[in-house]
């Protein structure tokens, strides 16, 4: 499976962006998908995440209220809408794939290449 992150790009705060995630190689039936962000000099982390069917969506408690999953499994695709956008959101967005349930770094199976998001104040 490859996943091709793209939508990054520099945004002033308050601004908006969407990312897609597009999946090729195989279906991803049963894959529940998500996105995770790396900051400079952080360690990745969880962002938010869509059940295969779409019926069940989590997030971190920091873009609750800005940030929206969703999917289109006809198009293998999944999308992040990020609205009110923070200099703190600033970082390279990671979308990944992953058969269990478990959003730890450690537990996905697929990544995409990463696309990068900056936010000036």
């Known amino acids: 499976v490859q996943l091709q992150a793209s939508g990054g790009g520099l945004v002033q705060a308050g601004g908006s962006l969407r990312l897609s995630c597009a999946a090729s190689?195989?279906?991803?039936?049963?894959?529940?998908m998500g996105w995770f962000s790396q900051a400079p000099g952080k360690e990745r982390e969880f962002v938010s995440s869509?059940?295969?069917?779409?019926?069940?969506?989590t997030c971190a408690d920091s873009v609750k209220g800005r940030f929206t999953i969703s999917r289109d499994n006809a198009k293998n695709t999944m999308y992040l809408q990020m609205n009110s956008l923070k200099p703190e959101d600033t970082a390279v967005y990671y979308c990944?794939?992953?058969?269990?349930?478990?959003?730890?770094?450690?537990?996905?199976?697929?990544w995409g290449q990463g696309t990068l998001v900056t936010v000036s104040s």
């Open positions: 190689g195989r279906t991803l039936k049963s894959y529940a």
């Open positions: 869509i059940s295969w069917s779409g019926g069940r969506t």
């Open positions: 990944a794939a992953t058969y269990g349930s478990r959003w730890f770094v450690e537990s996905i199976d697929y």
